[in-house]
T-cell receptor, first 115, second 111 residues
Framework: QKEVEQDPGPLSVPEGAIVSLNCTYSNSAFQYFMWYRQYSRKGPELLMYTYSSGNKEDGRFTAQVDKSSKYISLFIRDSQPSDSATYLCAMSSKYSGGGADGLTFGKGTHLIIQP | AAGVIQSPRHLIKEKRETATLKCYPIPRHDTVYWYQQGPGQDPQFLISFYEKMQSDKGSIPDRFSAQQFSDYHSELNMSSLELGDSALYFC??????????FGPGTRLTVT
């Protein structure tokens, strides 16, 4: 079983809908949680970064972390066709200062926003 | 804002050849990470460097080596290339904030 599980989709929703993406993980040492957006053959683009449990909002994006359930979510409000991409969750267990921990990624969810 | 720079963007090599990929981190970022992403796969962590010292090691083959230089740029050296090494190779950089910013990647094709 992978350390991080993510439904690969595709997930197809109409423009303007609220999108919910999520990941589960098994390693309780993970403390830093990220969401990346990746367009085909491009580098992952950092969308959200959260530490430990809680919510974080940035524009149309909201990230939620529930460490007790080992479950993280990304919500996209007022979805646009330009949001169509693969969304990758990623997590790590160590702080960068003095030690740089590589990220463990989910498989990515392919999201399609229909105009 | 300045981003991570990777070169070359595309590279074609034959089996058993060697390849060198370069990464220039965002200015004032002291940590560099290397990832490999196969077709339809998620990025797999290879290795990282903090202040020019190896910091963390992932699934990097023994045929690969890397280093970080005094100007913080990094190079990934790949020898005895195999067909299975064909992939996108990403470099990411960060500061103590732990937010990793990825470059555009180098597409390596081994024939």
């Amino acid at each position: 079983q992978k350390e991080v599980e993510q439904d690969p989709g595709p997930l197809s929703v109409p423009e303007g809908a609220i999108v919910s993406l999520n990941c589960t993980y098994s390693n309780s040492a993970f403390q830093y949680f990220m969401w990346y957006r990746q367009y085909s053959r491009k580098g992952p683009e950092l969308l959200m970064y959260t530490y430990s449990s809680g919510n974080k909002e940035d524009g149309r994006f909201t990230a939620q972390v529930d460490k007790s359930s080992k479950y993280i979510s990304l919500f996209i409000r007022d979805s646009q066709p330009s949001d169509s991409a693969t969304y990758l969750c990623a997590m790590s267990s160590k702080y960068s200062g003095g030690g740089a921990d590589g990220l463990t990624f989910g498989k990515g969810t392919h999201l399609i926003i229909q105009p | 804002a300045a981003g991570v720079i990777q070169s070359p963007r595309h590279l074609i090599k034959e089996k058993r050849e060697t390849a060198t990929l370069k990464c220039y981190p965002i200015p004032r970022h002291d940590t560099v990470y290397w990832y490999q992403q196969g077709p339809g796969q998620d990025p797999q962590f290879l290795i990282s460097f903090y202040e020019k010292m190896q910091s963390d090691k992932g699934s990097i083959p023994d045929r690969f080596s890397a280093q970080q230089f005094s100007d913080y740029h990094s190079e990934l050296n790949m020898s005895s290339l195999e067909l299975g090494d064909s992939a996108l190779y990403f470099c990411a950089s960060s500061t103590d904030a732990d937010e990793q910013y990825f470059g555009p990647g180098t597409r390596l094709t081994v024939t």
